[in-house]
């Protein structure tokens, strides 16, 4: 929870009870086009030390989270109100980014030998090689400081970039003191922070060469058009309402533990939080009874023991209510939660039946937890309802017929499907992170993709033989040269014999 205070800085408060944690300046467009210009004088060495060089700093940086994990988590919790779980998913789990890429960075950029495709090249020995853009702009959003930002810090930096951060104006502290640590451990000066509203992202998303934006779509396609104008290259991973399907042959127990958590994990803050569950009739009733037990018996609160804990923003406390609030008013019954806290910015995990497509619950992104669960007649019933969304981040799958999960993953209009489990692409990393419809566009990981999507493509041809002072086809033209070039392109081009020799049917008349 933030308020602007006097002059150019932001107040940042603890979402559990509103007591200020830290207060940053903002910065404006000419100190981020300072900062802009101070990383790129820095950029061109570190490209040039090689991607051992640069994993070494990046093992270190990664020891140095760590070795403070217990600082960072307490940080964590302050700005964004997370219970202790949650926040070390994201300063310890999240170092695996960095592992990742650090390990694999020099055979990821190792330069590739690619075959040939036909006759013509068959003289040339052709390669592929990687450029890393000079400055790499990160925007990232207030729900994972540390987890959004290290996904994407760690293959850049590791490709060679720079990177200029501006993290959310409602959670800044975290990012910043991981940034912090860059700068400790005396690593080189390509990796500074930002602090600000929408101006600063503008002035980043105007700086920088490659522009990576992690929040809602509708900033997301302001994003987009503003490097469009630019003809600047962009990645986005956008809002998410990402459905799971319980079929009658599931392991209700597991499912039911799954969608809990999946819906409620970080207060539902999660771009792949499960927030809508289609269940076949025939098990509908005890996968809602096993759901319900599991969600009433959950604690929620700031203290240490607790199970879900606070969302960041008011705002986002207001939109879960009034999803909640709209679908009672048109039909829908609470079975469990469904209420603001006494203080601070709380939310009671809820869990919602007898809603349907008509209901904001079900079609817009709540980003809050919330789990409304709809009876489905079968399969098709729950294919058909879960791809009913102008969303398609993820989806998730419960069956014990893994073959029938695997056809029902096929037919989902989402960038993953985690079957008989949640959230489980997203450590994978050597799997890709994308987004389908208006989700995003671009994706993060997938193994070398990861690192490239950082980089500018070289094509690179040498010949392979001795060469002629000239080539066939080269100035100056005659016609029994051209006559020769057009055989010789004939049987390159062509397929089956006739064509090769130049006997084609109106040829052959």
């Known amino acids: ?42 950029q061109g060495a570190w490209a040039e030390a090689g991607p051992r060089h640069r994993s070494r700093w990046l093992r270190l940086w990664r020891d140095w989270i ?16 997370k219970v202790r779980p949650d926040a070390l998913v994201e300063t310890t789990a999240s170092c695996e980014f960095i592992t990742y890429y650090a390990d694999h960075a020099e055979e990821f950029l190792a330069d590739e030998r690619v075959k040939t495709a036909g006759v013509l090249s068959l003289p040339k020995r052709l390669s592929r090689t990687y450029q890393p853009y000079p400055l790499v702009g990160l925007i990232t959003p207030w729900n994972f400081p540390i987890t959004l930002f290290l996904m ?63 929040g809602s779509t509708a900033t997301g396609r ?15 991973e956008l809002g998410g309402k990402d459905p799971a399907i319980v079929l009658e042959d599931a392991d209700l127990a597991r499912a039911a533990e799954g969608v809990a958590w999946g819906g409620l994990f970080n207060a539902g803050q999660v771009c792949i939080s499960v ?3 289609y269940v076949v009739a025939a098990v509908y009733e005890e996968f809602v009874a096993r759901l319900t037990e599991r969600v009433q018996s959950l604690t929620q609160g700031a203290d240490a023991g607790n199970d879900v804990g606070a969302m960041v923003t008011a705002r986002q406390v207001d939109i879960a209510d009034r999803h909640v609030s709209e679908a009672v008013a048109a039909g829908a019954k609470l079975v469990a939660g469904g209420r603001r ?40 019933e729950a294919i058909r309802l879960a791809n009913d969304s102008p969303y398609g981040l993820s989806a998730t799958v419960w069956t014990r017929n893994h073959a029938r999960a695997r056809r029902v993953a096929r037919r989902l209009e989402a960038g993953a499907v ?26 993060r990981l997938g193994g070398p993709d990861g690192l490239h999507k950082y980089c500018r493509v070289r094509a690179v041809t040498e010949p392979r033989l001795p060469v002629l002072p000239k080539e066939l086809t080269w100035y100056p033209y005659s016609a029994r040269r051209t006559a020769i070039a057009a055989t010789v392109l004939r049987a390159a081009a062509g397929r089956g014999l006739r064509q090769r020799l130049g006997l084609n049917k109106e040829q052959s008349k």
């Not at 760590?66 to 109100?81: K, N, V």
């Not at 079957?419 to 994706?443: C, E, Q, R, Y």
């Open 341 to 380: 806290g006494a203080a601070g910015n709380y939310y009671a995990p809820t869990v919602l039946v007898g809603v349907d497509h008509t209901m904001s619950c079900m079609t817009e992104e709540t980003f809050g937890p919330t789990i409304p669960v709809m009876r489905v007649a079968d399969e098709e």
């Open 1 to 42: 929870m933030i308020t602007t205070t006097t002059g150019a800085a932001l107040e940042v408060r603890n979402p559990s009870d509103g007591r200020l944690v830290g207060t940053v300046s903002v910065d404006d467009r000419d100190a981020v086009n300072r900062r802009a210009t101070q990383l790129r004088l820095a």
């Open 66 to 81: 760590l070795a403070h994990s217990d600082e960072l988590t307490d940080l964590l919790q302050a700005e964004t109100g």
């Open 222 to 236: 302001q994003v987009a058009l503003r490097c469009a104008e630019q003809l600047k290259p962009v990645s986005l």
């Open 418 to 443: 985690n079957i008989n489990d949640v959230f489980s692409n997203l450590f994978a990393m050597t799997l890709p992170h994308s987004g389908w419809k208006a989700s995003g566009m671009g994706a």
């Open 275 to 277: 927030e809508r569950v």
């Open 152 to 214: 994407d810090a760690a293959p850049a930096l590791a490709a060679g970039c720079a990177v200029l951060v501006k993290s959310s104006e409602e959670t800044p502290l975290t990012c910043a003191r991981v940034i912090d640590g860059w700068r400790e451990i005396g690593a080189p000066p390509v990796l500074a922070h930002v602090t600000g509203a929408g101006g600063a992202g503008a002035a980043v998303a105007d700086a920088a060469d490659f522009v990576q934006f992690t």
